[in-house]
């Protein structure tokens, strides 16, 4: 496995962090944001993902679907079962939160809050399978 450290993998992570800073600040506004949190909380998750990908050396496919990277990591280290509903709930807002008039399910504080912690359980596997390999 490519260490954290190497260049592509880092450049990955670096925006990994970006977004899960920013879907922390659109929480945290006076006037919150939780649809742009919980675009940037399924950014962070894809993210995460496809630098896990790239850490184990493995194609990283064009697409936003959180469900699909998680399902071509386990094909490398094994069933996440536990991850398989976080995944499902990020991929829902790939695209919605960005536009006006598409299928943009409405977006509530208790259901951003509940985006971000999926966000933080596909991100603490990821960092878990880094610390494995390390």
């Not at 260049?7 to 742009?36: E, F, G, N």
């Not at 936003?64 to 991929?91: C, I, K, N």
Request: net charge negative.
């Amino acid at each position: 496995m490519r260490r954290r450290d190497d260049d592509h993998v880092a450049a990955w992570l670096k925006k990994v962090h970006a977004d899960k800073v920013m879907a922390r600040v659109a929480m945290s506004l006076d006037d919150p944001l939780p649809d742009q949190a919980c675009f940037h909380a399924q950014q962070a998750g894809e993210k995460a993902l496809k630098a896990l990908l790239v850490a184990l050396e493995q194609p990283v496919p064009r697409t936003h679907d959180v469900t699909l990277l998680l399902e071509l990591v386990e094909g490398v280290v094994g069933p996440q079962e536990s991850l398989r509903e976080p995944a499902a709930v990020l991929s829902v807002f790939s695209v919605g939160p960005r536009y006006p008039m598409l299928d943009d399910p409405q977006v509530d504080r208790d259901e951003a809050e509940r985006t971000l912690a999926y966000m933080d359980a596909i991100l603490a596997f990821v960092e878990s399978v880094f610390r494995a390999e390390a």
